[in-house]
């Protein structure tokens, strides 16, 4: 088990920050999580953590870094369809299925803190705090995976790039990793293109169009939100889908 002034505690205080809706269930959260945490892992960036359909029993919390969910093709191509920041559980899908649902990679050095969950009933008569955590963030990936279809089968260009900035500056906010109105991030170009299922052509005409309406300014490991106000008009964005309270 992990000391008082040991890593776990900003993870999990993360952790609890973004699930307000659990209520009183916050505390015994944090002592389920700091009584079954054992291994801190490092990962270098760009390294696979979970491949798709690989078995794996432990939970890991993010304490800090970038980590990518993606499905890939035969080809080379892949779709990135979420994101992992400080203070997000990974392996959830395969801790109560037996096997991961997507390649999860290291988009950043990442760090995680090892969780060895039990299974079955144990896990939620014994860890109802953990167990309340694993159903809030399978609800969460639910619901961003629903908003990602409707953004890559509705949404055009500019509605797709300006709900993503607007899902980025919440998520990040909901932890305390906004900087004023920037976003710090490790993203590229091509990145965006596999998130939101465009050409990097596409991503590059957007960003420039947000910056000609000074809306949205990219820049390598940033970007500034000029007019935050009018990029969730543009995407019709509502926070109420990622559950931050």
């Given at each position: 088990?992990?000391?008082?002034?040991?890593?776990?505690?900003?993870?999990a205080e993360l952790l609890r920050r973004k699930m307000t809706a659990l209520n009183g269930l916050a505390d015994v959260l944090v002592r389920d999580v700091k009584a079954l945490a054992r291994d801190r892992v490092?990962?270098?960036?760009?390294?696979?953590?979970?491949?798709?359909?690989?078995?794996?029993?432990?939970?890991?919390?993010?304490?800090?870094?970038?980590?990518?969910?993606?499905?890939?093709?035969?080809?080379?191509?892949?779709?990135?369809?979420?994101?992992?920041?400080?203070?997000?559980?990974?392996?959830?899908?395969?801790?109560?299925?037996?096997?991961?649902?997507?390649?999860?990679?290291?988009?950043?050095?990442?760090?995680?803190?090892?969780?060895?969950?039990?299974?079955?009933?144990?896990?939620?008569?014994?860890?109802?705090?953990?167990?309340?955590?694993?159903?809030?963030?399978?609800?969460?990936?639910?619901?961003?995976?629903?908003?990602?279809?409707?953004?890559?089968?509705?949404?055009?260009?500019?509605?797709?790039?300006?709900?993503?900035?607007?899902?980025?500056?919440?998520?990040?906010?909901?932890?305390?990793?906004?900087?004023?109105?920037?976003?710090?991030?490790?993203?590229?170009?091509?990145?965006?293109?596999?998130?939101?299922?465009?050409?990097?052509?596409?991503?590059?005409?957007?960003?420039?169009?947000?910056?000609?309406?000074?809306?949205?300014?990219?820049?390598?490991?940033?970007?500034?939100?000029?007019?935050?106000?009018?990029l969730a008009e543009i995407s019709g964005f509502d926070p109420a889908y990622l559950h931050l309270g």
């Amino acid at each position: 088990m992990y000391r008082t002034d040991s890593p776990i505690d900003k993870a999990a205080e993360l952790l609890r920050r973004k699930m307000t809706a659990l209520n009183g269930l916050a505390d015994v959260l944090v002592r389920d999580v700091k009584a079954l945490a054992r291994d801190r892992v490092e990962i270098s960036a760009n390294r696979p953590i979970v491949k798709e359909n690989e078995r794996r029993s432990q939970l890991y919390l993010v304490e800090s870094g970038w980590v990518f969910r993606s499905r890939g093709l035969a080809s080379g191509r892949r779709q990135i369809v979420n994101y992992a920041l400080p203070g997000d559980i990974l392996c959830a899908d395969s801790l109560l299925f037996k096997a991961s649902s997507f390649d999860l990679t290291a988009r950043t050095a990442v760090s995680v803190i090892q969780i060895e969950a039990p299974q079955g009933p144990e896990l939620f008569e014994r860890h109802p705090g953990l167990a309340a955590a694993i159903a809030w963030t399978m609800g969460q990936e639910d619901s961003i995976l629903a908003e990602r279809v409707v953004s890559l089968g509705r949404r055009d260009s500019l509605e797709k790039l300006s709900h993503a900035l607007c899902e980025l500056e919440a998520r990040l906010s909901a932890i305390g990793l906004m900087r004023g109105k920037t976003i710090e991030l490790p993203l590229n170009q091509e990145d965006f293109a596999d998130i939101l299922g465009i050409s990097v052509i596409h991503v590059n005409r957007t960003f420039r169009r947000l910056s000609e309406e000074k809306i949205a300014e990219y820049r390598k490991g940033a970007i500034d939100l000029l007019d935050r106000g009018r990029l969730a008009e543009i995407s019709g964005f509502d926070p109420a889908y990622l559950h931050l309270g």
